[in-house]
Structure formats: C-alpha cells, structure tokens
C-alpha cells in the first residue's frame, strides 16, 4: 500500500507564474489536508478537503491559492500569481476520516519563488 | 479555536538519556494527540498518539502522558540514540477536521 504520493518534490517557479501541486492519498483515503511548513517553523492548516469538496479553508489565504480533490485524481494545490513569501514547504497529508483518525503525510513538496 | 504551545524549541541531549518535550493546548474538547517526527528533508512521521480517554501510552521507549485537568500532555523518549535525533511536533484535534501543530522540538542526541 503506497503512501501519500506528491509531486512534484522540488517545484522553482519565477514571480508572476502558477504553481501546482499534486497530492495523491493513500489507498481508501478520502480525507486530505494541505499544510504549509516556512523554513524552521511549525506546519500551518490550510485547507481540508474531501472529495469534490472543501470542508475547511481558514487556513489558506483568500486570493491567489485554490485548492480541489476531484472525484477521479489527486488532489491539487494551485497558487496564481507566486511571490517570494510563497517559497515553503507544502505537505499533504490523507485520512480514512475525520477528526481522530490517523493522519498521514506525504514527502512534500518544495517551492521555491525566484 | 484551538492553540497548541510546545517546549522547549532545541534540545540537546547526550546519548542514552531521556528526553521529554511538554505540549499545553487551550480547546478543553481536543480529544485526540498524535506526535510526529520530522527528519531533514522529509514529511512528517506519524510516532505515537493518545486519546483523551487514556492518561499513558507506551511504546518500547517512546512513551506519551496527557493530563486533561492541566491540558497538558509530554513526549517521553528513553535511551536515546543518534538516530532519534529530528524535529518532533505535537498536535491536538478536537475531533473535528483540524489538527493544530505545536511549533515543533528540535532534538540533538550527541553521541
């Protein structure tokens, strides 16, 4: 049973472009949570999704970051429009369920804004 | 919403000594506890958890203890090696959909 699968891990985009992230849950996962890890910090909630839904955004900012899980594919953190404060690390993690059931996260993915 | 404080930020110890980092949390409905490890350039470890209906869990010599009263629970780590050596983050979940992360526990073990 393969783990939480991202990609890509290591994403360089300029200032001004699109960055995408993929995140694919473990299988009989439906629950996916996007956190975002600045250099020598704690993760931060973004979003949780299930799928074709957004449960909670709080954590995400209003504009330029969207996130989605389909009903077929993976799930996908998108940032329009990146500048520099958005260089961190971007971890999915996936669940059977909410709320106490074990929460498992991928490799991350690592964007770097030039 | 839930708050989750942890200290200390560094720890050092020396090889076959204990350590243990202390975690409060302010939201008196967060029921569930994971801790995870973090090792360079990888994603979160999944190491132990507690429930909120138990007071101690153990396992080999990673042991976690949750105080409801205080709201306060600790990561215990016996005999460690070099290989323990990472960034742990604790956590609280109200049973709802959000776990709020501690701002992590940098462990040396010096050899």
């Known amino acids: 049973n393969a783990g939480v699968m991202q990609n890509p891990r290591h994403l360089v985009r300029r200032r001004g472009q699109e960055a995408r992230l993929r995140c694919s849950p473990m299988?009989?996962?439906?629950?996916v949570y996007w956190y975002r890890q600045l250099p020598e910090e704690g993760l931060k909630f973004m979003v949780y999704?299930?799928?074709?839904?957004?449960?909670?955004e709080s954590g995400m900012p209003k504009e330029r970051f969207s996130a989605e899980f389909p009903k077929e594919g993976p799930s996908i953190l998108r940032i329009q429009q990146v500048v520099r404060g958005d260089s961190a690390a971007y971890f999915c993690?996936?669940?059977?369920?909410?709320?106490?059931?074990?929460?498992?996260f991928g490799q991350g993915t690592r964007l770097t804004v030039v | 919403g839930e708050n989750v404080e942890q200290h200390p930020s560094t720890l050092s110890v020396q090889e076959g000594d204990s350590a243990v980092i202390k975690c409060t949390y302010s939201d008196s409905a967060s029921n569930y506890f994971p801790w995870y490890k973090q090792e360079l350039g990888k994603g979160p470890q999944l190491i132990i958890d507690i429930r909120s209906n138990v007071g101690e869990k153990k396992d080999q010599r990673i042991a976690v203890t949750l105080n409801k009263t205080a709201k306060h629970f600790s990561l215990h780590i016996t005999e460690t090696q070099p290989e323990d050596s990472a960034v742990y983050f604790c956590a609280g979940n109200t049973g709802g959909f959000k776990t709020i992360f501690g701002a992590g526990t940098r462990l040396f073990v010096k050899a």
């Open positions: 993690a996936s669940s059977p369920g909410q709320g106490d059931a074990e929460a498992f």
């Open positions: 299988k009989g996962h439906s629950h």
């Open positions: 999704l299930q799928k074709e839904n957004i449960i909670d």
